[in-house]
């Protein structure tokens, strides 16, 4: 918690504060804990991540952390209304710069895939989420999208031909 309020007001000291943790390695620590820890303290780490991830610095700690993605997309909808909403806000960050044809955003969209993103963040959106998590929901997905040809994230084995529908 003491990082988060440390972190939290946005100013020129601040993003040289966030520079300092990134220096020791508060990226990786933070995945780390996330891994196994409980609600609370998960909550308390997304939140320090989707705030450091909105320096260029910080994104680019996340695009070297190989767990990243996968954690991310692992825990949404898992742990917490709140959690989810970290979760899909720095998604949000780490993919939009994808735009400008960032090509480690790029490999962390087909990371994203390959793990089940489009499909969790569909589901989120059909159990329902807050209006401005909504919107960034839609957002990832428009994007994800383009992308989902070029990966083959789907089960094209699936075939739905002969399946009969009710009239």
Request: some cysteine; aromatic content about 8%; glycine content about 6%.
């Amino acid at each position: 918690m003491a990082i988060y309020y440390m972190i939290c007001p946005m100013s020129e000291i601040t993003n040289k504060m966030i520079l300092k943790f990134l220096e020791v390695g508060l990226v990786s620590s933070m995945v780390e804990t996330i891994v196994d820890a409980e609600k609370g303290v998960c909550e308390k780490a997304l939140g320090v991540l989707d705030r450091v991830f909105d320096t260029k610095q910080g994104r680019e700690e996340a695009y070297k952390n190989a767990l990243m993605v996968p954690l991310l997309v692992k825990k949404v909808i898992r742990v917490s209304d709140l959690a989810t909403q970290f979760i899909v806000s720095i998604l949000w960050k780490l993919f939009g710069n994808v735009k400008n044809d960032d090509v480690e955003g790029g490999e962390l969209i087909v990371e994203a895939l390959q793990v089940g993103a489009f499909q969790k963040l569909l589901v989120l959106l059909q159990v329902g989420c807050g209006e401005k998590t909504k919107e960034k929901v839609s957002e990832l997905l428009k994007l994800l999208n383009v992308y989902k040809e070029k990966v083959g994230c789907f089960n094209s084995s699936m075939n739905f031909k002969h399946l009969k529908k009710p009239f």
